[in-house]
């Protein structure tokens, strides 16, 4: 019965072009989250920690119908948190 609580590791496979982006995302401090919600439809979010441990902060954030539709919304995730932490800036960019 959902929501159980329990935590279980999830990989997919991807372009070598968004896993590059999804480790700079994780060496950001990020981490990936994805949840079945009871409809069955996936919540898939991007998060980091603030200082306080017990709070959030969503970066990126894509619901789909769990199905074929989830590696586009893989990718479409990626690219928005990368877009949001402005990791595809250069030193010269974010002066």
């Given amino acids: 019965m959902r929501p159980d609580g329990r935590k279980h590791p999830v990989t997919i496979e991807r372009p070598p072009d968004i896993e590059t982006l999804a480790k700079a995302i994780m060496q950001a401090g990020c981490r990936f989250e994805i949840e079945v919600l009871q409809t069955g439809a996936v ?3 991007i998060v980091t920690d603030v200082p306080d441990p017990d709070l959030r902060n969503v970066v990126a954030i894509e619901i789909c119908p769990n199905g074929p539709q989830v590696p586009e919304a893989v990718d479409r995730l990626v690219k928005s948190a990368v877009s ?4 595809n800036e250069t030193k010269d960019q974010k002066q």
């Fill in 43 to 45: 919540s898939m979010e």
């Fill in 84 to 87: 949001t932490l402005k990791l």
